[in-house]
């Protein structure tokens, strides 16, 4: 039998998933012209592999052949525990203070894709946790799970913006959502706040200046005139997110356990100074920080020392 909203719907609650929505597997032109005109400005940095890729970018199904739909799933993070600023100590944005996100929505979306093949064999597809050439966020925001905030993530009008996402383009056909009003408003809190004022314009950030982008998938220096506008940040940055009224009013406790922890909040910067390779792995095999790898973190400790 063809899958209905319902089957999927029932399935990725039972596995954890907080919202889900349906989009048709349309081209996306206008955000693949607005990726290019970013792209032409170099707030890419060195994000150099997202310039491959546009026709895939732009059109699902030269990903999937046959692609009809695409699935967005959004996985809550939050949990209740705020930052601690003092001496020696170095912030982890929220994302990475448990275990990588990647292994836990990989578990559930292969446990997913065998069940909706179960309930109808001709079930294809190619599922996606933030890595390939897929548009993710613009995803989301076309199925209706929420809207682009200034600060360029998604916000969902009942969770916030403290979620991950995934995405699913398949062959079956769906009922699909419509894409919500913009609630950002006349507010402008993440602008304002924004310590190296990365976000240049309403929905533009410029990743040369951002210090999620800085802090983790950079893989040079750290540029000098940023001295003292870390707001001590090691790894990633919350600050956009953090004044967002949205998440002050709806940001819910995340059910998933392995995001209930705050263990990583901070960084130690002596004991990164100090740290080996082994000890780095062993410590952090686990954890997003280890995508910035031990050289980096220790970059970045060092920055916030001198
Ligand atoms: S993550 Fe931090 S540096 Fe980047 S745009 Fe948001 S507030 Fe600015
Ligand atoms: S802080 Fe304000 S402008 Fe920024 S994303 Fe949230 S609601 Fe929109």
Redesign the pocket.
């Known amino acids: 039998m063809a899958l209905t909203n319902n089957d999927v719907m029932n399935t990725v609650r039972r596995l954890g998933f907080d919202l889900v929505g349906f989009s048709k597997a349309e081209k996306l032109e206008k955000q693949t012209n607005d990726l290019t005109a970013w792209l032409k400005k170099n707030y890419h940095a060195g994000m150099k592999y997202m310039e491959r890729n546009i026709d895939k970018r732009n059109d699902v199904s030269n990903i999937l052949d046959g692609a009809k739909s695409v699935i967005s799933l959004a996985l809550n993070y939050y949990y209740p525990s705020q930052h601690s600023i003092s001496d020696g100590k170095g912030k982890v ?1 929220r994302y990475a203070w448990g275990k990588d996100y990647h292994f836990v929505l990989w578990d559930k979306l292969d446990l997913l894709e065998k069940e909706l093949k179960q309930l109808d064999p001709n079930f294809e597809c190619k599922s996606y946790v933030d890595t390939g050439p897929l548009m993710d966020k613009a995803w989301a925001v076309k199925s209706g799970i929420g809207w682009l905030g200034k ?2 993530n998604v916000i969902s009008r009942t969770h916030g913006s403290w979620f991950f996402i995934a995405t699913i383009i398949t062959n079956c056909e769906f009922e699909y959502g419509a894409e919500l009003d913009d609630f950002c408003g006349d507010c402008t809190a ?1 602008i304002d ?7 240049v314009e309403d929905y533009v ?1 410029d990743s040369n ?5 800085l802090t983790i998938e950079n893989k040079d220096e750290i540029p000098v005139e940023f001295k003292s506008k870390f707001d001590g ?1 090691i790894f ?6 953090d004044v967002c009224p949205w998440n002050n009013k709806f940001a819910l406790i995340s059910n998933e356990t392995e995001f209930r922890t705050d263990r990583n909040r901070e960084l130690d910067l002596n004991s990164i100074a100090e740290m080996t390779n082994s000890q780095f792995k062993e410590e952090f095999r686990f954890s997003p920080i280890n995508r910035a790898k031990l050289k980096g973190i220790k970059r970045n400790a060092e920055f916030l020392e001198k």
Do not use: F, L, N, R
């Open positions: 944005s600060h360029s993440c706040a924004c310590p190296t004022e990365a976000i950030v200046k951002c210090i999620s982008y940040w990633g940055c919350d600050v956009c997110q």
